[in-house]
């Protein structure tokens, strides 16, 4: 069985600071990792997945995110938030062998002026 | 606009009524997945339909339940609910593990209080 540790549950940080949600997975077999937000009241809109290469994936509204191995770790980061990154962000694996996705507990990115 | 739709995007229902959710994915997938998610607690994977075939049932009560017809519609068919159902019942599709991966697609979800 897979599962995620999404280890912060709100994240408060001042407008063009860099930020970094931090994400653990756990699995006995091979993954895919993911990144989603969510605005108040919206589904969930994917920012960006590591599937295999490069360990470094950049994904939408600047965001990127390192897939480290041997750390079980995928922490999002970008160098510069804005007011509008306020939302809630999801991590999520997906084992290679099974078609469920598994999602962290999510954290709230507050961004103040 | 994601591709998956799902109506109605607000509901509310009496303990003794009976309601449908519907979600639609005109994608391609082939896999359609529906997903709880309650105030201050994660997004509980509920149902996993692969091919039509439902693959994951995680322990949901029988008070809901899923249809998938076709690969492109999913319900959820609602009866006899708590209070404590009411939260954000959020549908995605995605291709399943035998085909080209593509990520899960999110729909915006249907806001659902019981009262």
């Known amino acids: 069985a897979q599962s995620v540790t999404q280890l912060d549950s709100q994240v408060p940080v001042f407008e063009e600071a860099p930020v970094e949600l931090r994400c653990n997975y756990s699995s006995s077999v091979s993954v895919y990792l993911f990144w989603y937000v969510q605005y108040p009241n919206q589904g969930l809109q994917l920012l960006l997945k590591y599937l295999s290469g490069s360990t470094l994936v950049k994904g939408i509204n600047g965001f990127e995110a390192e897939f480290n191995k041997s750390q079980t770790s995928f922490h999002l980061r970008k160098p510069s938030v804005h007011i509008s990154d306020t939302a809630e962000y999801f991590c999520a694996v997906r084992a290679y062998n099974t078609d469920k996705l598994i999602f962290g507990t999510g954290t709230r990115l507050q961004v103040f002026p | 606009e994601t591709g998956v739709t799902q109506t109605p995007r607000h509901l509310v229902m009496g303990m003794t009524n009976k309601k449908s959710l519907k979600c639609e994915q005109h994608l391609g997938h082939n896999a359609m997945y529906w997903y709880k998610q309650s105030a201050k607690k994660p997004l509980e994977l509920m149902f996993v339909?692969?091919?039509?075939?439902?693959?994951e049932n995680n322990s949901v009560p029988s008070r809901f339940s899923p249809e998938c017809p076709n690969s492109s519609h999913l319900f959820l068919h609602l009866h006899t609910l708590q209070p404590e159902d009411s939260a954000l019942y959020l549908c995605a599709s995605s291709q399943d593990r035998r085909q080209s991966f593509t990520e899960a697609f999110f729909g915006q979800g249907t806001r659902l209080t019981v009262v």
């Open positions: 339909y692969s091919l039509e075939e439902r693959v």
